[in-house]
């Protein structure tokens, strides 16, 4: 397995939301083609990682059914959001933040 089999589907989780490269630039306060790098397979430092997962994972949860962007849940009934973010912690080796 290479190293790009093991990164979280960044690309996969912005088109999920609708938004565009420069849109979620914006959102994070990244320069201009940041994102694209790391979609392309740059792996990003953790606090990239954590901000763009914690981003991209807030939109999804808090879309409405109706938004076409949406998509359908994983066939295994899994959850793609939380499955991105285990992947991405396990890169970093550190237990996932939870919640009090």
Known sequence: MTWTQTIPPFR???????????????????????????ERGLVPNDE???ALLAFLGQRLTTATPREPSLGSPPPDGGSLVA?????????????????H
Do not use: F
């Open 12 to 38: 996969a989780l912005r088109e999920a939301t609708g938004l565009s490269q420069r849109a979620v630039e914006r959102a994070l306060g990244w320069n201009t083609g940041r994102l694209s790098t790391i």
């Open 48 to 50: 990239e990682r954590v």
């Open 83 to 99: 499955d991105t973010v285990h992947a991405g912690t396990a890169l970093s080796g550190r237990q996932p933040a939870t919640s």
